[in-house]
Nanobody, 115 residues
C-alpha cells in the first residue's frame, strides 16, 4: 500500500523558516519525481518545487532563492526548506510522487505565515 505523508507545517512569523518533510512508502522512491504543490484559499493549486529522480530541481518564480527542495532516497523522503517566509506563502502544501502513469498525493500540511 502506497502512503505519502507530509509533515512540518505550522504557524510562523513573516521572515521565519520551516522545513516540510514528505515520506513516501510502498513505492520504489528513487525512481519517482517528487513535487511540492500548494493551494491557498480561493486559489488554484500551484507547483512550488520539483526534484527529478536524478536530482534536478525546478522552482516557481515566487519561491526562487527562498525555498530549497531536496531528497534522501535512503529515507524515502523529500524535503522543502522554506526561508524568508511571506504571508503570501500561506497555503496547504501537498507532496506528489510521479513516475510514468503513477501519481500519488499526500493529504497536505498547513503552512500559515502571520504575525
Amino acid at each position: 500500500q502506497v502512503q505519502v505523508v507530509e509533515s512540518g507545517g505550522g504557524l510562523v512569523q513573516p521572515g521565519g523558516s520551516l522545513r516540510l518533510s514528505c515520506a513516501a512508502n510502498g513505492i520504489i522512491f528513487r525512481l519517482f519525481a517528487m513535487t511540492w504543490y500548494r493551494q491557498a484559499p480561493g486559489k488554484q493549486r500551484e507547483l512550488v518545487a520539483a526534484i527529478t529522480s536524478g536530482g534536478n530541481t525546478n522552482y516557481a518564480d515566487s519561491v526562487k532563492g527562498r525555498f530549497t527542495i531536496s531528497r534522501d532516497n535512503a529515507k524515502n523522503t523529500v524535503y522543502l526548506q522554506m526561508n524568508s517566509l511571506k504571508p503570501d506563502d500561506t497555503a496547504v502544501y501537498y507532496c506528489n510522487a510521479h513516475f510514468g502513469g503513477l501519481d500519488y498525493w499526500g493529504q497536505g500540511t498547513q503552512v500559515t505565515v502571520s504575525s
